[in-house]
């Protein structure tokens, strides 16, 4: 059954609180998925030009662990006034987000190398900025990935009771703020995400609907390690040279941009007004169209012609091909977006796409008002 369509009526709580929780199935890959592959495969057996292991990659890497190191450095070994602090913190924040945008992005796809240890490494960065790779690949690279924007399956929609960014989650009557009231709450996500989700998740074993093995062996070790020295890191060593109440400060701050960094750049590939919000077949659990057209109709570029913002955010303003291809690094985006748009022509997909970072942020603001109303019109 194809449910594509956008005007079902608001989901009620009771009707939210047993999902579906089986396996969801794609329609088999049609000429649009194929035509796709071949286009992409072409480009790069036409220019001998690698997917992944790219020189540039190594320069971008170095260069903001550099910079992010350089930053923590003076925050916490400089003698700095408050507000110089608070300042270097939010930029701190910021840039701690292109780590996780560019490298640790690309090593859990395993799109920065084929050398499967050089992704290992590069994913681990997430753990050293406070949440867990292991949880992350569960969550986003295969429940996201896999079931873009369906609710109970791609957890990373799922903002908890205050935020409702799908029809398909309850709403409540606090809810009609939402747009309101949400970019605050955007800047504290960072700070659940690694002090409280990652532990819920790892001891329930549960992801929304499905279910994650719990870390064992190196996996549990990388986990609890990565908490003990990000804890070390963000306020054990700070914590030496200055009063605690500072460190808590300072640490708040970072965290709060951060969050607001990693929140709003994802939201804007998915809970805005072009993108689709499906729902499988109660039945048989068929989403209803191939894999690729399902990617397609749920996410949304923006900025595409800004090659700043493509560097920053680790080409996650070209949500559509990283969805597409997720296994090409992040610098080629900008090389096959055109192939891609020309493949959605010739086969009748819409291919989304903001235009600018204003008008997708515009487009989420809209989208959290109108997702905050009682009906969905
Ligand atoms: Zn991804």
């Known amino acids: 059954m194809r449910t594509y369509g956008k005007s079902r009526p608001t989901v009620s709580a009771s009707e939210s609180a047993a999902p579906d929780r089986r396996h969801l199935g794609f329609q088999r890959p049609d000429a649009f998925e194929r035509d796709l592959r071949e286009r992409v495969e072409a480009y790069f057996q036409t220019t001998g030009i690698s997917p992944r292991d790219q020189r540039s990659m190594i320069t971008k890497s170095v260069a903001l662990i550099a910079w992010v190191g350089i930053l923590y450095s003076v925050v916490v070994f400089a003698p700095l006034s408050g507000w110089s602090v608070a300042v270097l913190s939010a930029l701190l924040g910021t840039s701690i987000a292109g780590i996780g945008f560019n490298i640790q992005h690309d090593g859990g796809h395993n799109a920065y190398s084929d050398r499967i240890w050089v992704n ?15 949880v992350w690949r569960w969550k986003h690279n295969l429940q996201h990935h896999t079931y873009v924007n369906i609710a109970h399956h791609d957890t990373d929609i799922d903002l908890g009771l205050f935020g409702r960014v799908s029809p398909d989650h309850p709403r409540h009557g606090f809810h009609r ?9 955007y800047g504290i996500m960072a700070l659940k995400w690694h002090w409280y989700d990652d532990f819920h998740d790892v001891a329930t074993g549960r992801l ?5 093995p719990r870390p064992r062996g190196w996996d549990l070790v990388q986990f609890v390690g990565g908490k003990l020295l990000f804890a070390f890191l963000a306020l054990g060593l700070p914590c030496l040279f200055h009063p605690w109440a500072k460190v ?17 750049v994802f939201q804007l590939a998915h809970a805005v007004e072009p993108a689709d919000f499906p729902q499988p077949d109660p039945g048989s659990g068929e989403v209803g169209v191939p894999w690729a ?11 595409r012609g800004n090659a700043l913002v493509t560097w920053f955010l680790g080409g996650l303003n070209h949500q559509v091909e990283h969805h597409l291809f997720p296994r090409v690094c992040h610098v080629h985006y900008p090389a096959i977006a055109p192939l891609v748009e020309a493949a959605c022509k ?9 235009g600018s970072f204003g008008s997708g942020l515009a487009s989420h603001y809209r989208w959290l008002k109108r997702l905050g109303l009682p009906d969905r019109t």
């Open 120 to 134: 290992r490494l590069s994913a681990a960065a997430l753990d050293l900025i406070g949440a867990s790779s292991y």
């Open 177 to 185: 703020w939402q747009h309101v009231y949400i970019w605050p709450l």
């Open 208 to 212: 929304g609907a499905r279910r994650m």
């Open 248 to 264: 808590l400060g300072a640490y708040l701050v970072v965290d709060f941009f951060l969050g607001l960094s990693l929140s709003v």
């Open 293 to 303: 057209r399902h990617q397609v109709r749920t996410t949304v570029d923006f900025s």
């Open 346 to 354: 010739e086969h009748g997909v819409p291919y989304l796409d903001h």
